[in-house]
């Protein structure tokens, strides 16, 4: 899960709705929305529903509403692309992320499809165009701010994308998305840990206790990153999750003798790798 969730959590915002008298908290359930952009209902198609903690709605509406002035299919690209002042979104079919602004969302499984029409979380779109959102019940009501999602240039350290996307493709660039945002995951904890240098080019290069990244001593950390792996990055830096708290990782074959596997509890398992937390002690 993301750390840093900018998503407003909108079945706990009772109480900032207007509605909130109407509707009590209790019918905050799974199951269609109505939505509202300044008091005005939008139009879904009647698409838009809250499923499994989160809301989705479709791409098109939701977008203009909030500002956008173009929502374009890419075939080329296979996505839809939306433009709005300060603001370019792309949504790809067959990827588990989407972009805005040169900076990733996490969408696990990737975005569906009903009736020809895009379905996306709510969160991605509030978190792009930097609106608000209060709900309540079933319905819930959008303010636009006019103040879009800072560009990637401005929010990513380069040097720290550099790195983590390098060793991302060269720990796990076979790997899918899940397992390799979890490498990047790896990396950015041990940052945080007193045992550990404080940079992500400092963690990749630390040998004080042997080699910690085999790729950047063997020379294959210098192989230019997947557009997947660079996502991967970007999706870890961004604040997202696929293992919590890990800040080992091994091959499969290699976790059954490896330190990890002796003195850490497994966080996960993804693919063909064994992630692990903090030494127990």
């Known amino acids: 899960m993301r750390k840093t969730m900018l998503a407003l959590t909108l079945a706990l915002a009772v109480s900032t709705c207007a509605r909130a008298s109407v509707v009590p908290p209790a019918a905050v359930v799974d199951g269609q929305v109505t939505v509202t952009v300044n008091g005005a209902r939008i139009d879904t198609y009647g698409l838009a529903r809250r499923q499994g903690g989160e809301v989705v709605v479709p791409l098109r509406p939701v977008s203009q509403a909030l500002g956008a002035t173009s929502v374009m299919w890419e075939p ?12 370019e979104l792309w949504v790809p079919f067959y990827k588990e992320y989407a972009e805005a602004n040169g900076r990733c969302w996490y969408i696990p499984g990737g975005v569906d499809t009903v009736n020809d ?6 969160d991605f779109l509030l978190w792009a165009f930097g609106a608000k959102a209060a709900s309540s019940g079933q319905y819930v009501e959008l303010t636009p701010t ?4 800072a560009a990637a240039g401005s929010f ?8 983590l996307s390098h060793i991302i493709y060269a720990e796990a660039g076979n790997q899918p998305l899940v397992g390799q ?9 041990r940052t945080y ?16 206790y042997g080699v910690q990244f085999t790729p950047a001593y063997s020379g294959s950390i210098d192989m230019s990153p ?24 091994a091959s499969r074959r290699a976790a059954q003798h490896c330190w990890a596997s002796r003195h850490c509890p497994v966080v996960a398992e993804i693919a063909d790798h064994v992630f692990f937390g903090d030494e127990i002690t």
Do not use: H, Q
């Open 76 to 87: 080329e690209a296979d996505c839809v692309k939306v433009t709005a002042p300060d603001l």
């Open 117 to 122: 029409r895009t379905l996306v979380p709510l």
């Open 146 to 149: 006019g103040k879009p999602l």
């Open 156 to 163: 990513y350290d380069s040097d720290d994308l550099y790195w």
């Open 181 to 189: 945002i979890a490498v990047g995951n790896v990396v950015i904890n």
């Open 193 to 208: 840990d007193d045992e550990f240098p404080g940079t992500i080019k400092a963690v990749i290069f630390d040998r004080r």
């Open 226 to 249: 997947s557009s997947d792996s660079v996502a991967a990055a970007k999706l870890a830096l961004e604040g997202f999750e696929t293992v919590d708290g890990a800040l080992y990782f």
